[in-house]
């Protein structure tokens, strides 16, 4: 099994700045890639940012320019720096990692509990 644990989520006014970190830790060979998605009260889960095993990254339209995803330290650790924060970026934010497990002859998809993030206006 893989796990997935999620920090830095909280409540900020317009215009600031929040840092999420994710950890993921189990049964993995290689972690393909890891990812962000959000989900609004009332709406879909979206993509939000995703980082390869290469470094390479891909944003949602609607955060390029604001956020950024990176690996964080050794392991299989990545973060989201979320700067210029709108009302429109409230959602719950779920961690997301496509994985090569020991165990299965195919990539497995986990996600993590999520964090709250509120952006008041």
């Known amino acids: 099994q893989v796990q997935l644990v999620e920090s830095g989520g909280g409540l900020v006014q317009g215009g600031s700045s929040l840092r999420l970190s994710c950890t993921a830790s189990?049964?993995?060979?290689?972690?393909?890639?890891m990812g962000w998605f959000r989900q609004p009260p009332g709406k879909q889960r979206d993509l939000v940012a995703t980082?390869?095993?290469?470094?390479?990254?891909n944003y949602a339209d609607s955060v390029k320019g604001r956020f950024t995803i990176s690996r964080d330290g050794v392991g299989d650790s990545i973060a989201l720096q979320m700067n210029g924060l709108k009302p429109d970026d409230t959602a719950v934010y779920y961690c997301?990692?496509?994985?090569?497990?020991?165990?299965?002859?195919?990539?497995?998809?986990?996600w993590g509990r999520g964090t709250q993030v509120t952006v008041s206006s």
């Open positions: 997301n990692a496509v994985v090569r497990a020991p165990y299965s002859p195919s990539d497995l998809t986990y």
């Open positions: 980082i390869d095993s290469n470094g390479r990254t």
């Open positions: 189990g049964s993995i060979l290689r972690v393909i890639t």
